[in-house]
């Protein structure tokens, strides 16, 4: 069965460090690929996607990912953090025409000291 | 604000009971999809309606049901409740059948005592 990997189940980071969340996924066919955030007590909001072109996906707040189709990852990054970037982070795929469903990992919750 | 409107926020109920959960997608999206997430299986797929007929199905129990209506409103019906169904659900919308971009509701924290 498809699968979503987020390596690190908690990360804590002080304000302007650099952040890297990895995420794989096991699927050998086309995939289009996404980002949530959750902050406390919201909603998952889209940070970024990725269906086809530039591997390099820049999106909101700052945030940009890496698809590197032959190692099947997915990884967010920011330069630097903010206090208020914690939050959880789910990476998701969809796997091309099988609809519209999204199979997520285990998720990253990101804690950022001031 | 996601426009996704779930309805109710919270709901405390007891084993062995009925519950039903609502969604309102966002103006113009025809798909809605159904999660549930907990704090040992992370967020899971349950179902996926477009435009009034069911879509795809993911790890779904027996004992819940959903449907899409003609407005595109969709309610999960969750019924014989048991413990371990206490979750958040999250509803979620899109335009079309594929996802390019779905939008999430602020969930229903569903808690079964």
């Known amino acids: 069965a498809q699968s979503v990997s987020q390596h690190n189940h908690h990360v804590i980071l002080s304000e302007a460090a650099s952040l890297e969340l990895g995420c794989n996924y096991s699927y050998g066919g086309t995939v289009n690929l996404f980002w949530y955030v959750q902050y406390p007590g919201q909603h998952l909001q889209l940070l970024l996607k990725?269906?086809?072109?530039?591997?390099l996906v820049k999106g909101i707040k700052g945030f940009e990912a890496e698809f590197i189709k032959s190692k099947f990852s997915f990884n967010l990054r920011k330069p630097s953090v903010q206090w208020s970037d914690t939050a959880e982070y789910f990476c998701a795929v969809n796997i091309y025409n099988q609809g519209g469903k999204l199979i997520f990992g285990q998720g990253t919750e990101l804690s950022v000291k001031p | 604000d996601s426009g996704v409107t779930q309805t109710p926020k919270h709901l405390i109920t007891a084993t062995g009971q009925r519950v039903t959960l609502r969604c309102s997608p966002r103006s113009g999206d025809l798909s809605v999809y159904w999660y549930q997430q907990s704090l040992d299986q992370g967020l899971q797929f349950l179902i996926q309606?477009?435009?009034?007929?069911?879509?795809a199905k993911g790890n779904i129990l027996e004992r819940f049901s959903a449907q899409q209506f003609p407005d595109l409103h969709s309610e999960l019906n969750l019924s014989s409740l048991e413990l371990g169904d206490s979750a958040l659900y999250f509803c979620?919308?899109?335009?079309?059948?594929?996802?390019?971009?779905?939008?999430f509701g602020q969930g229903t924290r569903l808690t079964v005592v």
């Open positions: 309606y477009y435009n009034g007929e069911e879509r």
């Open positions: 979620a919308s899109s335009r079309q059948d594929r996802v390019t971009e779905a939008f």
């Open positions: 990725y269906f086809s072109g530039d591997p």
